[in-house]
């Protein structure tokens, strides 16, 4: 079985310009996850998608950042413009669908993540 | 806001030393992972405890799930250098994960 894809692996730009993430689930995940992760630390959700819906995006800087996923497959993070703060690797996680209502308890798969650094 | 506070932050020993990762939260969770993650690579996940006071072992390391199911511990015996990575506890609640601050964990030879 293939695993969750990302591209590109590495990203360096200048402060202001844009940049667009790919994410390729494992195949018959419903749910898609971005997050983004600084160097040590712990992941943070940026957004969730179920199917090709949003179930939460509270943390998602919506003046810079949009993400969308079409067709309930295949989704794009887009970040402009960047700021220095945006350093970080962005990680996407795909999982089966929920168990038992609106509770998660299933595992999260993670692709390689794509690691971005803004000069 | 849910929270999950991890710690030690960063733990350096020996090979064959014992070890604990503790993750605490205010919030109750439905349930906890542990995932492990190398770097340049995503976290792998180790498991999943479920149900207050859930002890599950895998191999040399044992997983526990607080009675209250707000917090967890992560107990590595005989710790070796393919141990080495972040460790990180994710608690599940309405709708998604959420991630704790992470443990790194170094083990020399």
């Known amino acids: 079985e293939a695993g969750v894809a990302q591209s590109p692996r590495y990203k360096i730009i200048e402060k202001r310009q844009s940049v667009a993430f790919w994410c390729n689930p494992i195949s018959g995940h419903a749910t898609l996850y971005w997050y983004q992760q600084i160097l040590g630390q712990g992941p943070k959700l940026l957004i969730q998608?179920?199917?090709?819906?949003?179930?939460?995006d509270s943390q998602l800087p919506k003046d810079r950042f949009s993400a969308e996923r079409l067709k309930g497959v295949d989704s794009t993070l887009k970040i402009q413009p960047a700021k220095l703060e945006d350093s970080a690797v962005y990680l996407c996680a795909s999982s089966q669908s929920i168990r038992g209502g609106r509770v998660y308890t299933g595992e999260l798969f993670f692709g390689e993540g794509s690691r971005l650094t803004v000069l | 806001t849910q929270l999950l506070e991890q710690s030690p932050q960063f733990l350096s020993i020996q090979e064959g030393e014992n070890l604990t990762v503790y993750c605490n939260s205010s919030s109750v969770f439905s349930s906890l992972q542990w995932y492990r993650q190398e770097p340049g690579e995503g976290p792998v996940l180790l498991v999943t405890v479920v149900t207050g006071g859930e002890v599950k072992k895998l191999k040399r390391l044992t997983f526990q799930f607080g009675d209250a199911r707000k917090d967890s511990s992560l107990h590595i015996t005989a710790a070796q250098p393919g141990d080495t990575g972040l460790y990180l506890c994710a608690g599940s609640g309405t709708y998604k994960y959420i991630f704790g601050t992470g443990t790194r964990l170094k083990v020399l030879a």
């Open positions: 998608f179920q199917n090709n819906g949003v179930v939460d």
